[in-house]
């Protein structure tokens, strides 16, 4: 009996059980279609990389004796959509079954549960073999009741015995490290030099443009330096963890005009499509830890970002879909300023964050929640289409990592599920974390007048705008006071200039 095992561009999995061994009866199907490069304007080196990382795991699939029909975007029988191309592929191989994992993402899910309606053929769907987490019952449980992150983390480290002493202790005497890990960069260690070698994708490139597809960025396709294979990406891991990762956790919230990587693994696109399993890059962690390469508070801090936020994030999106994506609590409703797709603005520190994701297709995360998300925030956007954007320009962005993280963690759009305040920060917080208001023309210092940063009116008139929400709030009460201990004539002043701003967004 010829079965369909349907793989998807974030499903490279070489250790999946499916491919343990070749199955004569089965078909690994895979495809590059419109409907997903087209389900939002992506960045060019994201269709670039998935794509060329499709084509290298289907190559060693066949290589490793299994049957392979890999549809390319530009095939004359491609369909361009996932249910239209199985129909005309069963029929060809005579199908009597369709399998398929788990898709991550909920729109794929329903697009693939309509898919096999329609087919018609018995379906068995199965579980991706990569999170740490079983979907359904992480699922049921967000569902329920949203946990913090602090509960949900202790609660997997118990679970999985990872960084216990004997006595199921946290190693260090503390769940927690986060404290350590907030300081500024001054220039030294020397951030390690980017992972991965570049990779000449030119021709595929051509194929993406012949077959119309709209993307964003640069391409960069004469020289895309990202991990195509697992080979690659476990290279990385290595390199992580022997030259980055003993830095990472001191300087995890740092930001660099001049090191837009600095400590960060850039393992988060391997890890999103699979040919990185989280539990062996916490172990590659755990083992430098033991053997003394690195200190606890680096440890700890990377592992909390893969066994806690990751999974966390996963089981919001889960647990809380389709009604997440519809979730706006502070009724925003501004388009992004235009030079979110540019660049082009005079605050240093966007300039920098923007132009760096448009040029790499990736920012770390405190670029992406204190620069861009911040004032995305501050100005009041729309969640609709920040999600857009993030899900858009990032290589290693995914629904179900991306809008928790955006609505959930950037926005407050969630009321407050995902995050207990806003991560709301005026320009102290930036200057605290970067360098970049030295090469601004925009001052810091200032909350209102031709030179003052933006970030400081935004940030009061954010508050003011949302103290019915927000007053209450045991951890804003401390900025609350703040205001109030400013003068009318100042307060005035700020949000005088802060409806001024909003006025001219896209002027900024």
């Not at 399998?99 to 693939?112: C, K, N, P």
């Not at 994708?201 to 119309?212: F, H, M, N, P």
């Not at 830095?247 to 990185?276: C, I, V, Y």
């Not at 320009?427 to 031709?450: F, L, N, T, V």
């Amino acid at each position: 009996m010829t079965k369909l095992r349907l793989v998807l561009g974030d499903q490279l999995n070489a250790a999946h059980p499916w491919f343990r061994q070749p199955d004569p009866d089965a078909v690994v199907i895979m495809m590059e279609v419109r409907s997903e490069t087209d389900s939002v304007v992506h960045h060019a080196q994201k269709v670039l990389a998935i794509f060329a990382a499709m084509r290298a795991f289907a190559r060693a699939l066949r290589s490793a004796g299994h049957r392979v029909h890999y549809l390319r975007i530009g095939d004359a029988e491609n369909r361009q959509a996932f249910g239209a191309n199985l129909d005309w592929l069963a029929a060809r191989y005579r199908a009597r079954a369709l399998e398929r994992m788990e898709a991550d993402e909920w729109r794929v899910e329903r697009l693939l549960e309509e898919a096999a309606a329609q087919l018609g053929l018995p379906t068995i769907v199965v579980d991706a073999a990569h999170f740490v987490c079983a979907r359904a019952p992480l699922a049921e449980a967000f569902a329920q009741r949203v946990p913090r992150l602090e509960i949900f983390y202790r609660d997997l480290r118990r679970r999985h015995r990872i960084l216990l002493d004997e006595q199921g202790k946290p190693v260090g005497g503390r769940w927690n490290f986060d404290a350590e890990n907030r300081a500024r960069w001054p220039g030294t260690p020397p951030a390690p030099a980017w992972p991965w070698a570049a990779t000449d994708l030119s021709s595929l490139w051509q194929e993406i443009l012949a077959a119309g597809v709209r993307t964003l960025g640069s391409p960069s396709a004469e020289a895309l330096a990202w991990p195509l294979t697992r080979a690659q990406a476990r290279a990385g891991l290595r390199a992580f963890v022997e030259q980055a990762l003993p830095s990472f956790g001191r300087f995890q919230d740092a930001m660099s005009w001049d090191e837009p990587l600095l400590f960060h693994s850039a393992l988060s696109f391997a890890l999103n499509t699979k040919m990185l399993h989280p539990r062996e890059v916490i172990d590659a962690a755990l083992h430098a830890f033991a053997a003394g390469r690195i200190d606890i508070a680096a440890c700890e801090g990377f592992v909390r970002q893969i066994l806690g936020w990751r999974e966390y994030i996963r089981g919001v999106y889960w647990g809380r879909m389709p009604d997440y994506a519809r979730i706006n609590a502070l009724a925003a409703h501004r388009p992004l300023p235009r030079w979110y797709w540019s660049g082009e603005t005079g605050m240093a520190c966007l300039r920098a964050a923007i132009g760096q994701s448009l040029r790499l297709a990736y920012a770390h995360h405190i670029q992406r929640l204190m620069l861009t998300g911040n004032f995305a925030l501050l100005a009041g956007c729309d969640p609709d289409a920040v999600d857009a954007w993030y899900l858009g320009i990032y290589i290693d962005a995914f629904e179900w990592v991306e809008m928790p993280n955006t609505r959930g963690m950037s926005l407050y759009a969630d009321g407050g599920l995902v995050a207990s305040k806003p991560y709301a920060a005026s320009a102290s917080y930036i200057g605290r974390q970067s360098d970049y208001c030295k090469r601004c023309r925009y001052d810091p210092r200032r909350r209102h007048g031709a030179s003052a940063c933006p970030f400081n009116a935004l940030y009061w008139a954010f508050l003011v705008r949302h103290e019915t929400e927000l007053g209450a709030n045991p951890r804003m009460a401390m900025p609350y006071r703040s205001w109030q201990r400013l003068g009318e004539d100042e307060r005035e002043a700020t949000l005088g200039h802060a409806r001024t701003l909003l006025d001219r967004l896209d002027d900024l």
